[in-house]
């Protein structure tokens, strides 16, 4: 129960960080929405569905790359990392906490964003909604692992986007099939496998990350 | 309490402790001299145990729960408040009495008044109050103290002087310093750092 407090405690000071900073949610906003703008007139009249679909993957992928970034700058900026790992709590509640906050930011910037995309191209299949909310929990398990391992370097900018994006192609490719195929169950099975496999690695390799 | 022999870090090529040799009994106060670029903050991270030492051996008898640090950065967040700051490490540590503990560490402080405005808004002075708050919060059995006379005025100093006057012999303090001439009457230990 104590693990769950602790978590609680966590992500609920990441929400408020948000809220009184602001910092997050209204540029991964932004950048979803421009870049369906700029998609809708970029792609000639009468593409298909298929790029369509590609291309709300690639700015899932970016807008969460955006979010992961700005994930641990207040501990980066006050170092209060190191105020953290020093508690006595498991150190996978940090993780898990980050994880929830940044999913949270994701899937609000979503909620926006994929109405925006079925008014631009045409509508959105059920299973690219579900296939889009598994991406998310395995976008913010991996990438806030990565993002804790980058927001210790001097190159962190450079190497989120490194570190992250070979690891999200199995997302993209989850997705991509759940968006297209006639049969996204097994896609939406891949991508459900890849959530579980990697919340445990990534829930078990946290510790690791953060001692030196 | 700590026991280093030898203790030594490297950051690549460039050395930044050697060859430290540290006996700490539980109760002892510790004094952490020497100039800039001496080692004292790596010396303090790793016994703190945010580093590991590249060189000797380190025994610290307590705990990671056990431990209350003072950094040179506050480690608190800027866009909280002292109190939501407080409760949120009171949390972690597991304080019990958790809201009655930081009432009186806010109120020792003289940071009571301003317990809800946000950190961002403090002084540097009032921050590092705040931060002695937060490594004392948990009541360790051993506190390290990275600079804590940095940016306090007389008032805030003559604060420190009391609870260094309270918690000495009663838990093992040690503490790094450019002023070693405020606290040297409380000394059992004294390690000169070379540059």
């Known amino acids: 129960m104590s693990y769950l407090a602790d978590v609680r405690a966590l992500t609920r000071k990441d929400l408020l960080l948000e809220l009184r900073a602001r910092d997050t949610l209204p540029a991964m906003l932004l950048f979803v929405v421009a870049t369906f703008v700029v998609f809708h007139f970029a792609l000639p009249a009468g593409s298909s569905r298929l790029a369509a679909s590609g291309l709300l993957w690639v700015a899932i992928v970016f807008t969460a790359l955006l979010g992961l970034g700005r994930a641990f700058v207040p501990e980066r900026e006050q170092h209060v990392f190191d105020g953290l790992v020093l508690a006595p709590c498991d150190r996978s509640a940090i993780w898990l906490a980050k994880s929830l906050a940044t999913l949270a930011f994701l899937v609000a910037a979503e909620l926006v964003a994929l109405p925006v995309f079925a008014l631009f191209f045409n509508g959105l299949r059920a299973s690219t909604v579900a296939g889009v909310a598994l991406a998310d929990l395995g976008i913010c398990t991996v990438g806030t692992l990565v993002g804790a391992m980058a927001v210790v370097t001097r190159a962190r900018d450079l190497l989120l986007p490194l570190l992250f994006l070979p690891l999200a192609i199995p997302i993209v490719i989850g997705g991509v099939g759940a968006s297209v195929a006639g049969d996204p169950g097994r896609y939406l099975g891949f991508l459900g496998l890849y959530d579980a496999l990697f919340a445990l690695l990534c829930w078990a390799a946290f510790e690791y990350v953060v001692t030196e | ?195």
């Not at chain 2, 945010?50 to 866009?79: F, I, N, T």
């Not at chain 2, 420190?160 to 040297?184: C, M, N």
């Open chain 2, 1 to 195: 309490m700590i026991a280093a022999r030898g203790l030594g870090k490297r950051f690549g090529a460039k050395r930044a402790l050697h060859g430290v040799d540290l006996e700490l009994p539980a109760g002892g106060f510790a004094v952490v001299t020497g100039p800039n670029g001496s080692g004292k903050t790596t010396l303090l991270r790793i016994c703190a145990g945010l580093a590991l030492p590249s060189e000797g051996e380190l025994v610290v008898g307590v705990q990671r729960a056990q431990v209350g640090y003072l950094a040179h950065d506050p480690l608190v967040y800027r866009e909280l408040s002292a109190l939501e700051n407080l409760e949120l490490y009171g949390r972690l540590y597991r304080v019990p009495e958790r809201r009655e503990r930081v009432g009186i560490l806010l109120e020792r402080f003289g940071l009571w008044d301003e317990r809800a405005d946000r950190v961002s808004s403090y002084s540097r002075g009032m921050t590092q109050r705040l931060a002695l708050c937060r490594a004392l919060l948990h009541d360790p059995a051993l506190l390290i103290l990275d600079e804590p006379y940095a940016a306090l005025d007389a008032q805030g100093a003559e604060l420190l002087d009391a609870q260094f006057a309270e918690l000495r012999g009663e838990r093992t303090i040690l503490v790094s310093t450019h002023e070693p001439a405020r606290i040297e009457s409380l000394a059992t230990v004294r390690i000169a750092l070379a540059a």
